[in-house]
């Protein structure tokens, strides 16, 4: 099993970043995905998930609005849009499979909004 995060580096305020996450040695269709961040000295914060055939997205208040989840079951790949970046976006970016209680995890993706 393996979840591999990219896309992630250094967006100034106000820009964009695309984060993926691909997925390998799993049924990738058949788990809900999502994407958490840790900031640096701060606990791990849920930021957006979705339903494992992506008819249902789920969001953040901090990121409402601003960011939007997608997945491409074809290519086994989960996204992240990144829109109108704030300096407290700042964080770690991983991925997560969940299936029935079974959680699968990424090594994660660094993502630094500074001018």
């Known amino acids: 099993v393996q979840l591999v995060e990219s896309g992630g580096g250094l967006a100034q305020p106000g820009g964009s970043l695309r984060l993926s996450c691909a997925a390998s040695?799993?049924?990738?269709?058949?788990?809900?995905m999502s994407w958490a961040r840790q900031a640096p000295g701060k606990g791990l914060e849920w930021v957006s998930g979705?339903?494992?055939?992506?008819?249902?997205?789920y969001y953040a208040d901090s990121v409402k609005g601003r960011f939007t989840i997608s997945r491409d079951n074809a290519k086994n790949t989960l996204y992240l849009q990144m829109n109108s970046l704030k300096p407290e976006d700042t964080a770690v970016y991983y991925c997560?499979?969940?299936?029935?209680?079974?959680?699968?995890w990424g090594q994660g993706t660094q993502v630094t909004v500074s001018s």
């Open positions: 997560n499979a969940n299936f029935v209680g079974v959680n699968f």
């Open positions: 040695g799993f049924t990738f269709s058949s788990y809900a």
């Open positions: 979705m339903d494992s055939d992506g008819s249902d997205t």
